[in-house]
């Protein structure tokens, strides 16, 4: 059975539709990712599953609890790491994680010994009694994945996990994700980054707008909507009017944007002759074609 | 309204682990300001005051000044301070996504804003013992009632909070409820000399039933005032605990 099922959820912030009408089914292990421009609503559904913001319409369970009735129990077994950094900033580097734990009531000495190992873990031992402020972003950022931890949670939710990370800090953290995920943890990660996505996600739903426009692994969507590979025309050494009949007239399907023309075909055939170079189609193209490429304000 | 847990304790206890880290800055100040007004007040000013039946003043204000600055500790706590976790740092929204609710974080605050009254009271009461200005043990009951009226204050102070749209609105709470009840709820004065009227309105000011009881046990002399006074104290407690619980989930849930 899945471990976290959403029902017709729907978010309002008085007038505004956040969140509208979503259902979605989270198979224990697996990682799910919701991927969407900003304000699509992706925090919006993380607060509801959480159980910090409560919901319009629609349920949610999380493990076959009802979150309404059992948000104690939903939150105990859940880490949640927030898109924005909440440290406690009146503790230092290690207090934070203890007096975590205690939210948790986790026993003292289990509390030291796995504060300690998270400490390890994110590369954070030598600053173990610092004051949050003396940290780097990207320090914090760690302490907030690792404080998202303490209670050896079954299911992690991360919000933006990676944003402010050097390369090898993110890739420290995918590394980590995986061995979770290795473990048995289900992770439900929200991220604008699609190599991420594609590189941690075994599925992941594409949201604009509060809706889910398609959710499937990120292969099926790139297969789904891409095909293969891309047709890349950089219009600088073209003449634009006289390619875009061109591709017309081979009944092409194409898009322009920043003076460059994608052409998406699986047909060789169609394609032979044309100017340009062949890519391999990526998650991000499918973003882009599903959420539009213009900024929602 | 939804009841509150034992995990409000872990509340309490984070505030204190905060305050301990840093009770040179926090602490001492807030001890310094009413050593020097007792002592000032009392000392400088009471050499030029005849009290009836020949009381010292420094008697008469040393309980006043307890339970006033009782009410500052609390109110302090509950408002800027806990203003600032909310709002500025978000250390509630990183508590809710625990296994702890809004009633428990609005019941850990108000239980440590207690605990600030129950430390400053106790501390000025041990000054004036070392000093020999306590006539009745009685007085070893005072800590309790600093505690209770703690409670009442910090109530008050974090209702006003879960309201509040910004900062600087606490102005208005001190200079408009705090500093009159200080001056105006019988710590500096008895108000024997106001007209009647302004006697029995003083009755509203939550600080006036907590003078009345700390002086009370300082002297050790019982009256019927001090049984309504205590009354009083429950009812703002129970009144403004409850409510105040169901302003913070209105404000912490979005
Ligand atoms: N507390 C709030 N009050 C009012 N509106 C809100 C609130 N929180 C979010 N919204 C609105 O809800 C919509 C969805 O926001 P949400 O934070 O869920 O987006 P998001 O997908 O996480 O975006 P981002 O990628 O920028 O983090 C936005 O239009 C936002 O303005
Ligand atoms: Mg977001």
């Known amino acids: 059975m899945a471990i976290i099922i959403a029902r017709n959820l729907t978010k309002k912030f008085k007038e505004l539709t956040a969140v509208d009408n979503i259902s979605l089914e989270i198979e224990e292990g697996e990682c799910f990712g919701l991927l969407g421009p900003n304000g699509a609503g992706k925090t919006s559904i993380i607060r509801m599953i959480t159980a910090v913001s409560p919901v319009t319409h629609g349920d949610i369970w999380v493990m076959g609890k009802d979150l309404k009735r059992y948000p104690r129990e939903v939150k105990a077994i859940l880490g949640v790491i927030p898109q924005m950094d909440n440290l406690d900033e009146d503790l230092t580097v290690i207090q934070n994680l203890l007096t975590f734990a205690r939210y948790f009531a986790i026993h003292k000495d289990v509390a030291y010994r796995r504060s300690l190992e998270i400490l390890h873990l994110m590369k954070l031992e030598g600053k173990r009694d610092s004051r949050i402020e003396e940290l780097s972003g990207g320090m914090k950022r760690r302490l907030l994945i690792g404080r998202g931890l303490i209670n050896a949670p079954k299911i992690i939710i991360l919000d933006e996990p990676s944003i402010g990370l050097d390369p090898q800090a993110r890739h420290m953290v995918w590394q980590k994700l995986r061995e979770l995920k290795a473990q048995g943890v289900t992770q439900l990660l929200c991220t604008q980054n699609m190599e991420e996505a594609a590189r941690i996600c075994d599925r992941v739903a594409i949201i604009h707008q509060g809706r889910i426009v398609d959710i499937d692994t990120p292969q099926g969507l790139v297969a789904k909507y891409m095909g293969s590979q891309i047709w890349e025309i950089d219009l600088v050494s073209v003449e634009r009017d006289s390619i875009i009949s061109e591709l017309e007239s081979r009944r092409l399907e194409f898009e322009e944007f920043s003076g460059i023309i994608h052409v998406f075909s699986t047909d060789n055939k169609l394609i032979e002759g044309l100017p340009g170079t062949a890519r391999a189609a990526t998650l991000e193209d499918v973003f882009f074609k599903l959420t539009g490429r213009s900024l929602v304000e | ?254």
């Open chain 2, 1 to 254: 309204m939804r009841p509150f847990s034992w995990r409000f304790l872990r509340i309490w206890q984070r505030n204190r682990d905060v305050f301990f880290r840093l009770w040179h800055s926090e602490g001492v100040g807030a001890i310094i300001e009413p050593i020097l007004i007792l002592l000032a007040f009392g000392m400088g000013m009471g050499a030029f005051i005849n009290l009836e039946g020949g009381q010292r003043y420094i008697e008469f204000i040393a309980p006043g000044i307890i339970a006033a600055y009782a009410m500052f500790a609390a109110s302090f706590e509950c408002t800027y301070a806990c203003y600032f976790r909310m709002e500025q740092q978000y250390t509630y929204d990183a508590i809710l996504a625990t296994p702890l609710n809004v009633e428990d974080v609005t019941a850990g605050e108000i239980f440590w804003g207690a605990t600030r009254s129950f430390m400053t009271g106790c501390i000025i009461l041990a000054i004036a013992a070392a000093f020999q200005l306590v006539p009745s043990p009685w007085a070893l009951l005072i800590p309790l009632v600093v505690a209770l009226s703690g409670v009442m204050f910090s109530s008050i102070a974090l209702f006003y909070t879960s309201l509040a749209p910004s900062i600087y609105t606490f102005n208005f709470f001190f200079t408009l409820f705090i500093t009159p009840m200080f001056l105006l709820s019988g710590v500096f004065f008895p108000l024997t000399g106001f007209p009647k009227i302004v006697q029995t309105l003083s009755w509203i000011a939550p600080l006036t039933p907590v003078a009345k009881l700390t002086r009370g046990l300082f002297q050790g002399e019982f009256h019927p005032e001090m049984l309504l006074s205590l009354g009083i104290i429950i009812f703002w407690s129970v009144v403004f605990f409850c409510i105040t619980l169901v302003t913070m989930r209105r404000r912490l849930t979005k």
